[in-house]
């Protein structure tokens, strides 16, 4: 095939053919059963256009015990990201039993409020993961899992994986190993408990303050990106 006829099989690269390359994110007429026409703009309707908003502290000794109840429930988004998944499910088996720190795993987004980055991230992941992490209701908090997030490990020069987490979503609690054990995600589920009674895990500030550039970093490694800037 010639490289005149690639080209001409390529699709136009126009905002409107990149911006909108999943059927389900185009403009649409749906009817109602009454037979109302109603004009359909996804990105319009169906996800929140503002901005995120910091989440300021209420009084003293109210944001304490709040802080307190929130370190004692720690809710786990499942959302296997890379080979430190196979180091979650033992610790809600009865040798770690990891429901005794007040630890659960849940399966949606709305019911987490800790996001497990565990191992290497693909970038086609990092877009899943980012829209999964704006959805987690605040205040939510970010553990990053072996030496992949902190550096790139062993894929430190791979085309298709991050090096560094803190560059697209902040991180409260670093976790280091390849794979670190059970053990060690009960001692770093710890330092995050320790963290958010003293009033310092505040990721989801520094992600509303930092929003341009952890955009403008996540944007620059997601060539194909199709979605609101903010998913709420």
């Not at 699709?11 to 409107?16: A, F, L, V």
């Not at 059970?182 to 320790?194: D, S, T, V, Y």
Request: charged share 30%.
């Amino acid at each position: 095939m010639s490289e005149e006829t690639k080209h001409n099989n390529q699709p136009e690269n126009t905002e409107e053919s990149n911006k909108f390359p999943k059927e389900h994110l185009q403009k649409r007429t749906v009817y109602s059963p009454d037979g109302e026409k109603i004009e359909i703009d996804p990105l319009q309707d169906y996800y929140l256009q503002d901005r995120p908003e910091r989440r300021d502290p209420r009084y003293r000794v109210v944001e304490k015990f709040l802080n307190w109840a929130r370190s004692e429930s720690l809710w786990i988004l499942g959302f296997g990201t890379g080979c430190g998944s196979i180091e979650l499910p033992p610790l809600t088996t009865p040798r770690f039993d990891a429901f005794r720190f007040g630890i659960a795993m849940r399966p949606t987004p709305r019911q987490s409020n800790v996001f497990i980055i565990s191992g290497y991230m693909s970038i086609k992941t990092l877009k899943r993961a980012i829209r999964s992490y704006e959805q987690m209701p605040d205040p939510k908090y970010v553990v990053a899992l072996g030496s992949c997030t902190i550096n790139g490990g062993m894929y430190f020069d791979s085309y298709n994986t991050i090096n560094r987490l803190d560059k697209y979503m902040p991180v409260d609690v670093y976790i280091a190993g390849c794979m670190p054990r059970p053990e060690a995600l009960i001692a770093g589920f710890n330092k995050l408990k320790q963290r958010i009674k003293e009033g310092r895990a505040e990721g989801a500030n520094e992600y509303v303050q930092r929003f341009d550039e952890y955009k403008a970093n996540q944007k620059q490694i997601i060539k194909d990106w199709n979605m609101p800037d903010y998913n709420w």
